[in-house]
């Protein structure tokens, strides 16, 4: 988490982060909808750029309802260096718990509403790193111990 | 304000959450008086937590000794249940009983193991169904309780049942 959303339960702090991989995810996801070598990831990274954009409009509503400044798009993300299936997939799978990361940020907000959006992003980015071949981790969203 | 660093790994988390459930209790004594017996909020959801995840892991060990399911992801999942119920436990207030006395005048909780509604091993759809219920749950929990270290815990466990439930879909 950057510097300036040190604090665990400032609203506009943890809504940030959560853009910030949210505005990730969109770029990789659209890489992956371009780029990838089959069929079946590209149509998996369009349609999954997709629901990240829909959460990425929820935040920033959230973040301007709290009287927030949504942060600024980067002009580039990283992406892979490789193209091949277990690249992408390796790749997405970062990306996603990138995403759980900052939900977990989310569900330790004072804003109880935003606890509800970040418990449910938490466990739609688990799934989604689960489809793309991620391990499941018995507490989700945490760094190993 | 509780401040904190970059990342967080499980152990600081817990660190903190056995903090917090230990301040709430003391601060809380004697101003809530809808739960029993001094119990604060916090800990009457992570004593609901905990006989959830006793009577599930009671499910899933039925389950396999029944052994009609897959028996190495259900003892995989069971495996992350435990990891829960341990961490739910170290949550609970400093010198809190994992089970406490039952209140007077109430029969308290039937233990798992005695329960005849957990007597039969549930089938991996019905254990999926108990998946997808208790993750349905945790957004809920998560925001009843005051302790934000604790509403990240439930959040977590939430994220690794709805994991539950595509993996046993998956079979």
């Not at chain 1, 371009?34 to 750029?49: F, I, N, T, V, W």
């Not at chain 2, 509403?151 to 939430?158: E, K, M, P, R, Y």
Request: charged share 25%; with cysteine.
């Amino acid at each position: 988490m950057s510097e300036e959303s040190e604090t665990a339960g400032d609203a506009v702090s943890v809504l940030a982060e959560a853009l910030r991989a949210e505005y990730a995810a969109v770029y990789a996801y659209e890489f992956v909808g371009g780029s990838a070598g089959d069929e079946d990831r590209r149509s998996r990274g369009l349609a999954l750029a997709g629901e990240h954009k829909s959460t990425r409009a929820e935040l920033r509503e959230a973040m301007l309802d709290r009287d927030g400044s949504p942060p600024a798009v980067r002009p580039t993300y990283p992406l892979p260096s490789d193209k091949d299936g277990r690249s992408i997939d390796d790749f997405v799978v970062g990306v996603e718990n990138t995403c759980a990361r900052a939900a977990l940020w989310l569900t330790a907000a004072d804003d109880t509403d935003l606890r509800t959006t970040g418990t449910r992003l938490l466990q739609e980015a688990t799934v989604r790193a689960l489809e793309w071949g991620g391990e499941l981790d018995s507490l989700p969203g945490f760094e190993g111990s | 304000m509780v401040r904190v660093a970059a990342g967080v790994s499980r152990r600081a988390l817990l660190g903190m959450v056995v903090a917090g459930a230990s301040a709430a209790a003391v601060t809380g004594c004697g101003t809530v008086d809808w739960y029993p017996s001094g119990t604060t909020p916090d800990e009457h959801v992570l004593r609901s937590l905990l006989r959830e995840k006793e009577r599930l892991l009671v499910r899933y060990e039925k389950a396999l000794a029944d052994g009609s399911g897959p028996s190495d992801l259900l003892d995989r999942l069971s495996e992350d249940h435990r990891a829960h119920l341990d961490a739910l436990t170290d949550a609970l207030p400093e010198g809190a009983e994992p089970t406490p006395p039952a209140e007077e005048g109430s029969p308290g909780p039937v233990p798992p193991e005695e329960d005849p509604d957990l007597a039969e091993a549930p089938s991996t759809a019905a254990l999926r169904a108990m998946e997808a219920a208790a993750a349905g749950a945790r957004p809920d929990q998560a925001a009843a309780v005051t302790d934000r270290g604790l509403a990240q815990l439930i959040g977590s466990i939430g994220a690794c049942e709805a994991g539950h439930t595509y993996l046993l879909d998956e079979v």
